[in-house]
């Protein structure tokens, strides 16, 4: 990018982060929490099984988060996947 005066822009107004790369690196961390698979990857941590106790401590949080993640947002993640994409594709 070129200035009026001849100059290049600096890095910093080039490579700035927008709200879409934000959403989008978040869109990424959901994706890949809601890929994990319970048998093969979390039953090694203990984080296949998720306990309804009013006392949850961090490792059943996690759990509990990761069953919510694969059951309740399976069909947004889709329909944000498909925004992102179309977003993509026409704006790059």
């Known amino acids: 990018h070129i200035c009026s005066q001849g100059r290049s822009l600096s890095f910093e107004a ?9 959403f989008e690196a ?7 929490a809601a ?11 203990g984080l296949d099984t998720a306990v309804a106790t009013e006392n949850l401590g961090p490792k059943n949080q996690v ?3 990761l069953h919510a993640m694969r059951t309740f947002m ?4 889709v329909a944000m996947n498909v925004l992102v ?8």
């Open 26 to 32: 978040g869109l990424l961390l959901m994706n890949a």
């Open 14 to 22: 080039t490579m700035a982060i927008g709200l879409v790369h934000l």
């Open 63 to 65: 759990a509990t988060f």
């Open 74 to 77: 399976r069909y947004p993640l």
């Open 85 to 92: 994409i179309i977003y993509e594709m026409i704006l790059g």
């Open 35 to 45: 890929i994990l698979n319970e048998k093969r990857f979390l039953k090694k941590y």
